[in-house]
């Protein structure tokens, strides 16, 4: 089972949110069948999304989009985030599930040349009850995307945010992924940063100590450099949750207009659809297809 932790440290200063996602990236990898470069990114940006799910969604009815179009050969990552209670629950799907690159010269996989940098981060923040939504842009930093997202909350949000993400690949699948999400409170000190930046020098990646059982609690000890932490919530989940369902599909063929529905009819006098975030198929027979084709 994956692993979530929310903390407080430095006399609560400093907020940070701490994530073991190794079976939730190991899902998304055999779903989508990604290769090692497509996991590590896939793994990131589920990861983080799963993270925001606990941060930024504050009423039952909001959800969570993002989208990263990077114009690198992965083409454009999506994922959707709602959450229920102590439950985020995350979906993901992208453009090129199979891209493999060479390794990096330092041996690591290159998931920034996978993605790409030429491009946008965009989040949108939406209520379905209200029908608000908040929309975040930013350009991307250099495709890795922890620091993607840094650059996201520090320009989008105006919160300083230290962001690391790992996802640790080896023959068998994932070995390890998660994440963490450090954020300062606005009574933060100069020397509570310091603290910080001095135990960030030291600590080993997040998938290094993920891969070791390391304890949440003692990783947020680590990273923030203060052993005094206090555990807001530590009886949290993440999983992988698609709602598709055959009435969107419907709502979906609808919106094609006549023209185009009565063109599948005449030439195909099918339609087979596939949700891209979780593969499930759904075909629609001619007498289907013409009962939506009465309803427009």
Known sequence: MDRIAKFLAHDGKVSLICADTTQLVEEIRKLHDLTPTTTAAMGRFATVSGMMGFTDIKEKDDYITLQIKGNGPMGKLISVVKRDSNTSKVKVCVDNPHVELPLKTNGKLDVGGAV????????????????????????????????????????????????????????????????????????????DISKIEKALE????????????SKLEDIAKIITGDENILILAQELDMKYECDCCKE??????ISIGKEELSKI?????????????????????????????NEI
């Open 248 to 253: 969107k599909f419907e709502r979906g063929l």
């Open 116 to 191: 790409g940098k030429d491009g946008f981060l965009n989040i949108i923040n939406k209520n379905e009850i209200t029908d608000t939504n908040y929309t975040g842009l930013v350009p991307l930093v250099s495709g890795e995307i922890a620091e993607d997202f840094t650059e996201y909350f520090a320009k989008s949000k105006q919160k300083p945010t230290v962001i690391a993400l790992g996802v640790l690949v080896n023959k068998n699948g994932v070995k390890s992924a998660g994440g963490y999400m450090i954020q300062l409170m606005p009574d933060a000190t100069e020397e």
């Open 202 to 213: 030291k600590a080993p990646s997040i998938s290094k100590m993920i891969s070791e059982n």
């Open 265 to 293: 009819i005449d030439e195909d006098g099918k339609a087979d659809t596939i949700c891209h975030f979780c593969n499930k198929k759904y075909h629609f027979s001619k007498d289907e297809l013409e009962e939506l084709l």
